[in-house]
């Protein structure tokens, strides 16, 4: 529904206000450990499919078919802090890399005294 005459806005609060109430009344009757989303998402499938109100309350009690194994570890070895670091895991330097800045440090500085 789509309308910006006065008369189509309150209707749409009017039916807003209707299923809010309706889904308010299924919750507390039928499924009190849903939320209200949930009923509404529901409802909204089932008046779309044409199912009986049988089928609907049914759906709302429904069993999961699966349940939810947690978040899965990916394998990887965790790392034991370092008596040096009890707080933070820390990677190895790396010896060439320290070398290789301090050779280009001191090649930048070569370039400079000879300019």
């Known amino acids: 529904m789509q309308s910006t005459q006065p008369q189509g806005i309150w209707n749409h609060l009017y039916l807003s206000l209707i299923a809010h109430a309706l889904t308010l009344y299924i919750r507390y009757t039928q499924a009190p450990e849903k939320t ?8 909204r499938i ?4 044409e199912h009986t109100w049988e089928e609907f309350i049914q ?3 429904r069993r999961p078919t699966r349940t939810s194994k947690g ?4 394998g990887a070895k965790r ?4 008596l040096d670091h009890p707080v933070a895991y820390t990677k190895a330097v ?3 890399r320290i070398v290789d800045r301090k050779q280009k440090k001191a090649g930048i500085e070569q370039n400079k005294n000879n300019k």
């Open 36 to 43: 209200e989303w949930e009923v509404l998402k529901r409802l």
């Open 46 to 49: 089932h008046a779309a499919k």
């Open 59 to 61: 759906e709302l009690n």
């Open 71 to 74: 978040r899965r570890k990916t």
């Open 79 to 82: 790392r034991t802090p370092t």
């Open 94 to 96: 790396n010896e060439k």
